[in-house]
C-alpha cells in the first residue's frame, strides 16, 4: 500500500465521520428587537457550516436550528458572532408536563401552549413531577412548601 492509497482512505473515513453525525433540531433563546437584530443573527448562522437550515421567531425570542451540530458549540458560536446572550429554549410544549400548572412550571412570560420544563431540572418544580397522588397532595399541603396552599 501506498502514500497514495492511505491517505485517499483517510479522507474517505473523514468524510464518512461527518456523515455519521446526527442531524438536530435545536431551540434557542435569543433577544431580537429590531430588524438589525434579526439581520445579525440570520447572517450568523448563515455562516455556520454545520447548520442546514433555521427558523427565526422574533415575537417568541426563538430561533430554530437544523443541523449537525451540538448545542453548546452553536450556543457558543452565536454569542460570539451576535455579542448576544444565547440559551437553550426554556418553554415546552404544556402537554409533556405532567402537571402544567404547578407552581414552578406555569410562566405568564411563557408563549401560549408551553410551560417551563421542569422535567430536566429536579429542583425547579417538585410539584410538577409528583407521580402520585399521595405524593402530590402531602407536599402540596406542607409546611416545608413554599407554595403551599394554607387552610384557615
Not at 435545536?26 to 440570520?42: A, H, W, Y
Not at 458549540?73 to 460570539?80: T, V
Not at 407552581?103 to 405568564?108: E, L, S
Not at 409528583?130 to 406542607?142: D, G, H, R, V
Request: aromatic fraction near 8%.
Amino acid at each position: 500500500m501506498g502514500v497514495k492509497e492511505f491517505v485517499k482512505e483517510l479522507w474517505a473515513e473523514k468524510r464518512n465521520r461527518k456523515k455519521l453525525k446526527q442531524l438536530k433540531t435545536i431551540d434557542l433563546k435569543i433577544t431580537m428587537d429590531c430588524e438589525g437584530c434579526e439581520r445579525k443573527v440570520r447572517k450568523a448562522l448563515e455562516g455556520i457550516k454545520d447548520v442546514s437550515s433555521f427558523e427565526l421567531n422574533p415575537k417568541q425570542k426563538k430561533v430554530s436550528v437544523t443541523g449537525y451540530i451540538e448545542q453548546d458549540k452553536l450556543i457558543k458560536r452565536l454569542a460570539h458572532k451576535t455579542g448576544k446572550k444565547v440559551e437553550p429554549w426554556p418553554y415546552v410544549p404544556y402537554e409533556v408536563v405532567p402537571h402544567p400548572y404547578a407552581p414552578g412550571a406555569y410562566d405568564k412570560k411563557a408563549p401560549p401552549g408551553y410551560v417551563k420544563n421542569v422535567l430536566d431540572d429536579p429542583d425547579a418544580a417538585p410539584l410538577a413531577r409528583a407521580n402520585s397522588l399521595e405524593e402530590k397532595y402531602s407536599s402540596a399541603f406542607s409546611d416545608e412548601n413554599p407554595n403551599a396552599c394554607v387552610i384557615m
